[in-house]
């Protein structure tokens, strides 16, 4: 274990305690500190900051999150950062309800419940935990990959009120190392381990905007842990949810979704088939032919009165993120979890 040094974090006043083999962003969830991020891996941005004293140095990150001239200026992520002296840093991107106010960082050991197939590619994980994980809905964990140190993050499906299980939907990649193990690999009755929460794409205490959602491929997962809080908690809002996917053999979920919408006060669902719409008519629900953005774009005129939640794969949450920038809406009323896959293979 390295030397130990103070950081300062500046507008927040908050401080924290960091070795100098750890990265900055760990050290701060060690000590129950939440500080925006998101894929956690040098490569989207969201945990952006700005040095204003001390040394520090990065590991490998995209220069797509942050480019040599902003390096060269003093900015870093602080997902790649370690600290070699007492230093200062300026948040640029912070949530002061959160910051402190977030579930603590746990790791528990949880128990293979259901592995169940609900698509071509994507997979429903149960998990069976001994104690209860503290999380809010809409963030994800990391399982570690059995009889290694690596692990893949996953959004949990469920929320904080199911305290026995938690669950995940996971998107197979070709040769990914986490989720060829759902085919062959892991059984009922494995041990995981779950390390979590992390994520900033949870609903926001006190706002009261309609909310507008929009997911493609495991990008459900979230927000599906969303809709069941707002479901849970009798919310009053105008909701939309928009789902994209290729074809109509590509959709999941959709009788809970709508048994979810009739307990909420003004619910809509509409998903988008980008390939083909056959078939769709035949589920019940309202589908489009077309990207989801294209059909968002469509059926919301109004996007920027609302508050928009994006999760999904790059194209989809970059698409989406365009849209809203196109039709005004505040920055501040924009949450995303930007799927990623790891710097190896799966998410």
């Not at 945990?47 to 900015?75: H, I, P, W």
């Not at 794409?201 to 969303?226: Q, R």
């Amino acid at each position: 274990m390295g030397d130990k040094h103070r950081i300062s974090f500046e507008p927040v006043g908050v401080e924290i305690e960091v070795t100098e083999d750890e990265k900055i962003l760990d050290a701060a969830f060690r000590q129950g500190v939440h500080l925006m991020h998101g894929c956690r891996e040098g490569q989207c941005s969201a945990c952006k900051s700005y040095v204003l004293e001390g040394d520090l140095q990065m590991e490998r990150y995209s220069t797509f999150a942050c480019n040599d001239a902003e390096v060269e200026e003093g900015y870093l992520l602080l997902c790649r950062a370690h600290a070699y002296s007492d230093c200062t840093i300026e948040l640029l991107n912070f949530d002061e309800d959160e910051l402190l106010n977030s579930a603590p960082l746990q790791e528990i050991t949880a128990e293979v419940a259901e592995i169940v197939p609900h698509t071509r590619d994507i997979v429903g994980l149960r998990l069976r935990t001994a104690s209860p994980l503290q999380f809010k809905a809409g963030q994800y964990a990391e399982l570690t990959i059995p009889g290694t140190e690596d692990c893949r993050s996953f959004s949990m499906a469920t929320t904080p009120s199911t305290e026995d299980h938690v669950e995940f939907l996971i998107k197979k990649y070709p040769g990914g190392r986490f989720s060829a193990l759902l085919e062959d690999g892991l059984a009922v009755g494995d041990s995981l381990l779950l390390r979590g929460p992390y994520g900033n794409f949870t609903l926001k205490k006190g706002h009261v905007l309609p909310l507008v959602l929009m997911a493609g491929g495991a990008g459900m997962a979230p927000v599906l842990s969303l809709l069941r809080h707002l479901a849970e908690t009798a919310d009053p809002r105008r909701i939309r949810f928009y789902y994209g996917a290729r074809t109509a053999a590509d959709l999941f979920c959709l009788d809970e979704i709508r048994a979810l919408g009739e307990r909420l006060a003004d619910f809509g669902f509409v998903v988008a088939l980008s390939e083909s719409a056959d078939g769709a008519g035949e589920l019940g629900v309202a589908a489009e032919a077309g990207m989801v953005t294209d059909v968002v774009e469509a059926r919301e005129p109004e996007l920027h009165r609302a508050e928009v939640y994006l999760c999904g794969p790059p194209p989809m949450v970059d698409a989406a993120l365009d849209l809203a920038t196109r039709q005004g809406v505040p920055q501040d009323q924009v949450f995303y979890d930007k799927f990623t896959t790891s710097v190896s293979d799966d998410q």
